[in-house]
């Protein structure tokens, strides 16, 4: 399909976020390697553009444009405000050294939305919002909240070394089991002989005894107990009909007390969303959604899906970051909770082309 439907459908989807009171902004598509660097680390090199310029140094190609926005809010300031989209992204997608049968777009379409607001309703503000525009494809909603899956292992009985890189590695679940299961383990024993060999490499001694003792601290920690681990695979395992998530959530909660506040922010986005028209017991809850998400986001997750398509990525996806937004203005002092998400055009239009006020 043309580049020029792709435009046309997107810039639909765009004068439905100025409806909603957005500003249209343009971010640059070249942007400084070091912030997206810092935010996520070197993970971030497998799936962007990465290039090198004489004079500003390591810069990428724009992955998203989540970054620059609230780059640029917070060089503004931290108030109240909504901002829309449209332009390119560049990902690589597909791994390996040969073309894949059906590759995927590395370079595709996003309209997208960010409100940065301190209302309680702006959750459900978002959600409704890429909920109307996306009635007519009939997709699928999902939702899931990853301050309740972070919550929970910030419970956990365990150092604050060990619950950090538990913490860090919650968006990738191949580690993050790993790294479960050796901490529920018992320890394995180390053995660091002294040695009259001198030090070589790049690490000083200094840094080098620094690693000896966090790692010879860590083999005296007690396993983590089998009840507990129980638990939160309980937790991440949810998946219902939104209602019905909630009441599994509130039984779990009686074991995991420190979740109850992220459980009763979950009931009350709910209700939020019934008000606005929107049938939560259509939305599937899955406390697992947000770890197939952008790193940044630390609470409530969404997607819409085409149902008939489980090949395809998400027709639309977004989030709440405040955590993003609070690192990324903090060099001017300034917070505000933020939440936002993105719409593919490209794929609506395969879809028929259809978004708000064009029902067939």
């Not at 977004?318 to 937004?325: K, Q, S």
Request: charged share 25%; aromatic share 8%; net charge negative.
């Amino acid at each position: 399909m043309s580049k020029t439907a792709k435009q046309a459908i997107g810039q639909k989807i765009l004068a439905a976020f100025r409806a909603a009171g957005a500003t249209e902004v343009a971010p640059d598509i070249l942007l400084p390697a070091e912030t997206l660097l810092d935010l996520y680390g070197e993970d971030i090199r497998a799936r962007a553009y990465v290039t090198q310029d004489p004079i500003r140094g390591e810069v990428m190609l724009r992955p998203d444009f989540t970054v620059p926005v609230v780059q640029m809010h917070m060089e503004n300031g931290a108030e109240p405000a909504r901002y829309c989209y449209l332009g390119e992204v560049f990902r690589k997608q597909d791994h390996g050294d040969t073309r894949p049968e059906h590759p995927r777009d590395n370079e595709y379409l996003q309209a997208g939305f960010e409100l940065f607001a301190r209302d309680a309703d702006a959750d459900a503000q978002v959600f409704a919002l890429f909920h109307d525009i996306l009635a007519p494809l009939n997709l699928r909603a999902a939702m899931g909240d990853m301050d309740l899956l972070m919550d929970a292992v910030r419970a956990l009985p365990l150092s604050g070394a060990r619950r950090a890189a538990l913490l860090h590695h919650i968006w990738r679940p191949g580690r993050f089991a790993r790294l479960l299961a050796r901490f529920a383990a018992a320890p394995a024993p180390r053995n660091f002989a002294d040695a009259t060999a001198p030090w070589t490499g790049l690490r000083s001694p200094a840094e080098m005894q620094a690693r000896i003792d966090r790692l010879e601290a860590d083999a005296a920690e007690m396993p983590l107990s089998p009840q507990w681990v129980a638990r939160l695979e309980r937790l991440f395992a949810v998946q219902a009909p939104a209602p019905e998530a909630l009441r599994q959530l509130r039984a779990i909660a009686t074991e995991i007390p420190d979740i109850a506040g992220a459980v009763d922010r979950l009931e009350r986005n709910l209700a939020l969303l019934s008000d606005r028209g929107v049938d939560v017991g259509g939305i599937h809850f899955d406390a697992s959604h947000g770890r197939h998400t952008m790193e940044y986001y630390d609470g409530m997750t969404f997607s819409f899906s085409a149902p008939d398509r489980p090949d395809w990525p998400p027709v639309a996806s977004g989030g709440r970051y405040d955590a993003l937004a609070a690192v990324l203005g903090q060099a001017q002092g300034r917070a505000i909770p933020a939440v936002g998400g993105i719409i593919r055009p490209g794929l609506v239009l395969e879809l028929g082309g259809r978004i708000l006020g064009e029902r067939a």
